[in-house]
């Protein structure tokens, strides 16, 4: 039901934006969130975005440089990455909470119901 596109091979400094398609059912009033797994790694908070789009919150390492928006006519999230480094290689899922109306303060991936398959991002040095 979530589909996250977008990933790719990019070099350091440079940039990608993930989209993070809903089908089936509408996200449009619940919370959504990005997270990343590097290899050998947590699954780690990258940032969350509230039902409106009005509030979001970041890791504080990702603010600055990545960006999370929505599009609720289009049931889409997207996550701006800008300024890549290698350490931002990952695979990144999106996710979203059941929780009608929701705000952004999830940053706990048990807080999430839904998730997509991943995307993968690659940064060289």
């Known amino acids: 039901q979530l589909q996250a596109s977008g990933g790719g091979l990019v070099q350091a400094g440079g940039s990608l934006r993930l989209s993070c398609a809903a089908s089936?059912?509408?996200?449009?009033?619940?919370?959504m969130g990005w997270f990343r797994q590097a290899p050998g790694k947590e699954r780690e908070f990258v940032a969350a975005?509230?039902?409106?789009?009005?509030?979001?919150y970041y890791q504080d390492s990702m603010k600055g440089r990545f960006t999370i928006s929505r599009d609720n006519a289009k049931n889409t999230v997207y996550l701006q990455m800008n300024s890549l480094k290698p350490d931002d290689t990952a695979v990144y899922y999106c996710?979203?909470?059941?929780?009608?109306?929701?705000?952004?303060?999830?940053?706990?991936?048990?807080?999430?119901?839904?998730w997509g398959q991943g995307t993968l991002v690659t940064v060289s040095s």
């Open positions: 089936g059912r509408s996200f449009s009033s619940w919370p």
């Open positions: 975005i509230s039902w409106s789009g009005g509030s979001t």
């Open positions: 996710a979203a909470r059941n929780t009608y109306l929701g705000g952004s303060y999830y940053p706990n991936q048990y807080e999430y119901d839904y």
